[in-house]
């Protein structure tokens, strides 16, 4: 298993950028694809954006041209850009990892996005 910890959550005003980060226990190439995940209150999970090991992308169709996932190989880390921050953005946002054991999950990190 892998452990991952969340950073850069906060309170951010609509229209605004954060970027969070997401650091892995182990390398990231020894994890078939990483992502980011949201929950908001009385919502499902919801997919964000993915990373695959080989860097190939994937982004929900309602967060492309506002939201970027990229990663940083050397400190084995992933971060979600995001820009024109809206309300509904607000939720908890959650690292996941997927490789041979299954999936983990982050602690998550609180995204806030006042008017």
């Known amino acids: 298993q892998v452990q991952l910890v969340e950073s850069g959550g906060g309170l951010v005003q609509a229209g605004g950028p954060l970027r969070l980060s997401c650091a892995a226990s182990m390398s990231i190439f020894s994890i078939d694809a990483m992502g980011w995940y949201r929950q908001a209150p009385g919502k499902q999970r919801e997919l964000v954006a993915t990373?695959?090991?080989?860097?190939?992308?994937n982004y929900a169709d309602s967060l492309k041209g506002r939201f970027t996932i990229s990663r940083d190989i050397a400190k084995n880390t992933i971060y979600l850009q995001m820009i024109s921050l809206k309300r509904e953005d607000t939720a908890v946002y959650y690292c996941?990892?997927?490789?041979?054991?299954?999936?983990?999950w982050g602690q998550g990190t609180q995204v806030t996005v006042s008017s």
């Open positions: 996941n990892a997927h490789g041979r054991w299954g999936d983990s």
């Open positions: 990373i695959s090991r080989t860097g190939a992308t």
